[in-house]
């Protein structure tokens, strides 16, 4: 069974830009979620969806947002780059609910100069 | 408020040697317990999923313990390698309409 798939993996932007992730979860997974981790701080949640709807979300601005499509694929977008968007963005997913194992994808390396 | 703090924050040992982790949380309702395995720029790898009535389980070398009384856990590796220079981090699941919460982690650097 494929893993989580994530792409790109790598991403260079410049301020006040926009950028989009995607996230494929596990074949049958239904529930995605997205974190954030900026070098040397822990994972910070940003979202999770499940049946294409938003179920949770983090303290995060309204610059993020997010969407899951009706195959559990899920995107994320920034608007408006800033400097300290710069992070690796990591999607997980999990069967019904994060609350179930959750499996991570590589993640995206996002620079923003 | 619902916490979760990892201890120490970085570790070196030589190679072969055993170590323990430590994690307290401050979870309620507690469900669940997990620990996870960072290697450098990439994502978590799970190695343990403990819920409130499981007090051990072991992954390989890996054990975690859970003491849901006094809201401890630790995680022990035995006969440490290289490829355990990672980050660990400890992750409390209040309940199935929760979000995660999530430690810091604990930054572990074996050397040879």
Not at chain 1, 3 to 21: A, D, E, F, H, S
């Amino acid at each position: 069974k494929a893993g989580v798939t994530q792409t790109p993996r790598y991403l260079i932007k410049t301020r006040g830009q926009q950028v989009t992730l995607s996230c494929s979860p596990i074949s049958g997974h239904r529930s995605v979620s997205w974190y954030q981790q900026t070098p040397g701080q822990g994972l910070q949640f940003l979202f999770e969806y499940f049946s294409e709807t938003q179920r949770n979300k983090g303290n995060f601005p309204g610059r993020f947002s997010g969407r899951q499509f009706s195959n559990s694929r899920s995107e994320m977008n920034v608007s408006t780059l800033e400097l300290g968007d710069s992070a690796l963005y990591l999607c997980a997913s999990s069967l019904v609910v994060a609350y179930n194992e959750q499996f991570f994808g590589p993640g995206t390396r996002l620079t923003v100069l | 408020k619902n916490q979760v703090e990892q201890s120490p924050q970085s570790l070196i040992i030589l190679e072969g040697k055993n170590c323990t982790l430590q994690c307290n949380y401050t979870v309620s309702p507690f469900s669940n317990l997990r620990w996870y395995k960072q290697d450098t720029g990439r994502g978590p790898v799970s190695l343990t999923i403990m819920t409130f009535s499981e007090n051990t389980k072991s992954n390989g070398r890996y054990t975690a313990t859970l003491d849901a009384d006094t809201k401890q856990s630790s995680l022990h590796i035995t006969a440490s390698q290289l490829s355990d220079s990672a980050s660990y981090i400890c992750v409390v699941s209040p309940d199935s309409n929760y979000q995660l919460i999530w430690g810091a982690g604990t930054k572990l650097i074996i050397k040879p």
